[in-house]
């Protein structure tokens, strides 16, 4: 989510428009927007994802024409000024939780999205999906990608290279893929290598771990790979996938919410059932001209995310919010984006 406010962000500054960005997270060295950072909440987890709520109430937004919410924000009062996006829902995640402590987490959690869906304002979610289980949420407006860094380049590494970004044992289900790679991939094809970027490691005859990385290195690895796997129970959106795809890279997915909004099946990406994915997969690293045809049609397909489009829609929404509390048509002032 701080990728995408951060994207949004400096898309809009780069209109033109004026932004400052409230986060707990220090300030992005590319960043091109006003930042102001809150001091970092210290105690029990339960009081961490309490407090920045809690700080958000407290911030002057007087100055400000609008108020950009991108999460915790159910303690703060609602007015014609305020849009809040949803990235996903709590609801989702206690759902697809492998642990009941973070099912109870989430499920209440889930409870103080509803109190935000209440307040006054304009709401919106990243796909619609998201917006089921959220009261009075009907607006979608997706993530976006910078389309001028994610794009095609280089070479595709000389033998077959799937690449997986993600933990291992949360709903993105890493540790599934790597076992799948293990029994049913290599087998097949002994010089293949399974990617993974995230920050769990594992060791295993073909597995690269490459840790987290930054956006210029993760570009490199959309390149070289023949086959972004995106193996999560649940996505909100999915990100990746779109990033792989302005990469130039084919796309293989097993169903669900986010990634059904995004991919159309056989035409900018494969969809399957978990059973479906090592024969998928195998057919994708057999088929040049298959992942060639995925590839092209994906770069037409990202076309609809590029940030520049995204800053557009989230444009309309602030001229209108900005008519709507008399402070003048357009942006006569700052916005300020929230940011966890």
């Not at 400096?10 to 960043?31: H, I, M, Q, Y």
């Not at 003048?328 to 300020?336: C, E, I, S």
């Amino acid at each position: 989510m701080s990728c995408q406010v951060h994207r949004l962000a400096n898309a809009l500054v780069k209109r033109g428009e004026n932004v400052t960005c409230l986060s707990f997270s220090p300030r992005p060295g590319d960043a091109l927007y006003g930042h102001l950072q809150m001091r970092q909440c210290t105690g029990p987890r339960i009081w961490k994802k309490f407090c920045p709520a809690i700080t958000f109430r407290t911030q002057d937004t007087s100055p400000y024409d609008i108020l950009h919410y991108h999460g915790d924000d159910y303690l703060c009062a609602g007015g014609p000024r305020r849009i809040r996006t949803f990235y996903g829902s709590a609801f989702y995640e206690a759902r697809f939780a492998v642990k009941w402590p973070r099912f109870l987490y989430q499920a209440l959690f889930y409870v103080f999205e509803l109190v935000s869906c209440l307040r006054r304002g304009e709401k919106t979610g990243i796909s619609r999906a998201t917006t089921r289980p959220l009261i009075g949420v009907t607006s979608v407006i997706p993530c976006g990608v910078p389309l001028d860094v994610f794009k095609p380049g280089g070479l595709k590494s000389p033998d077959p290279a799937l690449l997986f970004i993600g933990d291992l044992d949360s709903r993105k289900r890493g540790r599934f893929l790597v076992d799948l790679f293990l029994r049913r991939i290599l087998p097949a094809f002994p010089r293949a290598a399974l990617t993974i970027v995230g920050p769990q490691g594992f060791v295993a005859p073909g597995v690269v771990y490459a840790g987290k990385l930054d956006e210029e290195a993760l570009v490199k690895e959309y390149r070289k790979a023949w086959v972004y796997c995106s193996v999560s129970s649940y996505e909100g959106f999915g990100v990746p996938i779109v990033e792989a795809m302005a990469c130039a890279t084919a796309v293989a997915a097993t169903r669900n919410a986010g990634s059904m909004e995004i991919i159309t099946h056989g035409h900018d990406g494969m969809l399957c059932g978990d059973g479906e994915l090592p024969s998928t997969i195998a057919r994708l690293l057999s088929d040049a001209g298959l992942r060639d045809t995925l590839a092209y049609n994906g770069l037409q397909t990202v076309k609809k995310y590029d940030i520049r489009a995204v800053a557009n829609q989230y444009m309309d929404r602030y001229a209108r919010r900005a008519r709507m509390s008399m402070r003048g048509a357009g942006m006569a002032g700052d916005t300020r984006v929230y940011e966890k």
